[in-house]
């Protein structure tokens, strides 16, 4: 879909990059040609990480340790990346979140998911979109986000209230930063299974809800290459003009939500005719008693 030099000249900044989805974005975007910074809290993580990916790619590849939780550390690090030159892209991927009754969390439960989610993403924003109006350089902003921001989630409460203010962020700051040339976009991924969500949001194996495959319209889980696809779009030059926009890639998952009737799609053809016979006996015994029409 895209060549070795669709993003040459992008320095992009991923955040959670050493495993999961931002390991395997960052796979797509030094496949493109960009070079590409990744960061987390585990250096023995990060290190092999890059060692694999310079190794598959060819690319250049460079790690922060930092902790999104506290904004000096994402401070520093944005300024050690800017002094090596600055950013063009930044994406916004770390997270953490687990599956818990809302009334069993404690306010450090709580604090644990929306001071990575909510403060992390907005500190990272801030402190790479300051530096680049303040150089005058345009950039490309997007934020790994969730299908939660259209639908709420039970179960997840704070990742799904925090997902959905950097969905409100986005929106906000694609106005406020258009002026600069910053562009601002999120996407929404469906269930990519990795083992950091996977053990957090599915710890007992039995999927069901957002981590089951069956009640996804494609039947099948996203595949990696897809969403890496995707963030290389939306961090390459050519639709510039695209920005405030959160794009869902979850094989329509989140359509098929339980308050639509998604779960006919399991029904037969035999089941849809008993279906189409016993509304058309109720319209004909409503047909009967009426006075009129
Ligand atoms: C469709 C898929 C969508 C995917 C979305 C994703 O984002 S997947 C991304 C998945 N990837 C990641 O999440 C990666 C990053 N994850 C992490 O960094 C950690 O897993 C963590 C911070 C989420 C929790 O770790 P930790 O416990 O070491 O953190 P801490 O020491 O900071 O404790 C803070 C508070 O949290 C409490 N608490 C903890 N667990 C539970 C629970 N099950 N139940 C209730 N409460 C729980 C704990 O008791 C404490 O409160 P207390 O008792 O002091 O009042
Ligand atoms: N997998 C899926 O199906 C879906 C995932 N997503 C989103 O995709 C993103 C990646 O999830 P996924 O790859 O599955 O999960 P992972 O657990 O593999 O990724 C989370 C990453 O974030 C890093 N991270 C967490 N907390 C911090 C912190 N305080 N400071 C710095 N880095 C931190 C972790 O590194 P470390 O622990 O070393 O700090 C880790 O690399 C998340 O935003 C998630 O919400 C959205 C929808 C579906």
């Given at each position: 879909?895209?060549?070795?030099?669709?993003?040459?000249?992008?320095?992009?900044?991923?955040?959670g990059?050493?495993t999961?989805l931002g390991?395997?974005?960052?796979?797509?975007?030094?496949?493109s040609?960009?070079?590409?910074y990744?960061c987390?809290?585990?250096e023995?993580?990060?290190?092999?990480?890059?060692?694999?990916?310079s190794k598959d790619?060819?690319?250049?590849?460079?790690?922060?340790i930092?902790?999104?939780?506290?904004?000096?550390?994402?401070?520093?690090?944005?300024?050690?990346?800017?002094?090596?030159g600055?950013?063009?892209?930044?994406?916004n991927?770390?997270?953490a979140n687990?599956i818990s009754?809302?009334?069993?969390?404690?306010?450090?439960g709580?604090?644990?998911?929306?001071?990575?989610?909510?403060?992390?993403?907005?500190?990272?924003?801030?402190?790479?979109?300051?530096?680049?109006i303040?150089?005058?350089?345009?950039?490309?902003?997007?934020s790994?986000?969730v299908?939660?921001?259209?639908t709420?989630?039970?179960y997840?409460?704070?990742?799904?209230?925090?997902k959905t203010?950097?969905d409100?962020?986005?929106?906000?700051?694609?106005?406020e930063?258009?002026p600069?040339?910053i562009?601002?976009?999120?996407?929404?991924?469906?269930?990519f299974?990795?083992?950091?969500?996977?053990?957090?949001?599915?710890?007992?194996?039995?999927?069901?809800?957002?981590?089951d495959?069956?009640?996804?319209?494609?039947?099948r889980?996203?595949?990696?290459?897809?969403?890496?696809?995707?963030?290389?779009?939306?961090?390459a030059d050519?639709?510039?003009?695209?920005?405030?926009q959160t794009?869902?890639?979850?094989?329509?998952?989140?359509?098929?939500?339980?308050?639509?009737?998604?779960?006919?799609s399991?029904?037969s053809?035999?089941?849809w005719?008993?279906?189409?016979?016993?509304?058309?006996a109720?319209?004909?015994?409503?047909?009967?008693?009426?006075?009129i029409?």
């Amino acid at each position: 879909m895209f060549n070795s030099s669709t993003l040459s000249n992008k320095r992009i900044l991923v955040t959670g990059g050493g495993t999961g989805l931002g390991k395997e974005i960052s796979r797509g975007l030094l496949a493109s040609g960009a070079e590409v910074y990744i960061c987390g809290r585990r250096e023995n993580v990060l290190k092999t990480t890059c060692e694999e990916l310079s190794k598959d790619t060819g690319g250049k590849i460079h790690y922060r340790i930092c902790d999104i939780r506290d904004p000096e550390s994402i401070d520093d690090m944005v300024e050690s990346i800017f002094t090596e030159g600055p950013l063009t892209g930044l994406i916004n991927n770390a997270a953490a979140n687990f599956i818990s009754p809302t009334k069993d969390l404690s306010p450090r439960g709580y604090q644990a998911i929306r001071s990575t989610v909510m403060d992390g993403s907005f500190y990272t924003v801030l402190a790479v979109g300051k530096r680049w109006i303040n150089l005058g350089i345009r950039g490309s902003i997007v934020s790994n986000l969730v299908t939660w921001v259209w639908t709420g989630s039970a179960y997840v409460v704070p990742s799904a209230m925090s997902k959905t203010a950097i969905d409100s962020m986005t929106k906000s700051l694609a106005v406020e930063w258009g002026p600069y040339g910053i562009r601002l976009n999120a996407v929404a991924p469906g269930p990519f299974p990795t083992e950091g969500a996977w053990e957090k949001l599915n710890p007992t194996g039995k999927s069901s809800g957002a981590t089951d495959s069956s009640s996804v319209p494609m039947r099948r889980y996203g595949e990696m290459p897809e969403l890496a696809n995707l963030m290389i779009f939306l961090q390459a030059d050519g639709c510039d003009y695209l920005t405030g926009q959160t794009i869902a890639i979850d094989g329509g998952h989140h359509l098929a939500a339980p308050s639509t009737f998604a779960s006919l799609s399991d029904l037969s053809d035999d089941d849809w005719g008993n279906i189409r016979d016993n509304i058309k006996a109720s319209a004909e015994k409503e047909k009967s008693e009426r006075s009129i029409g």
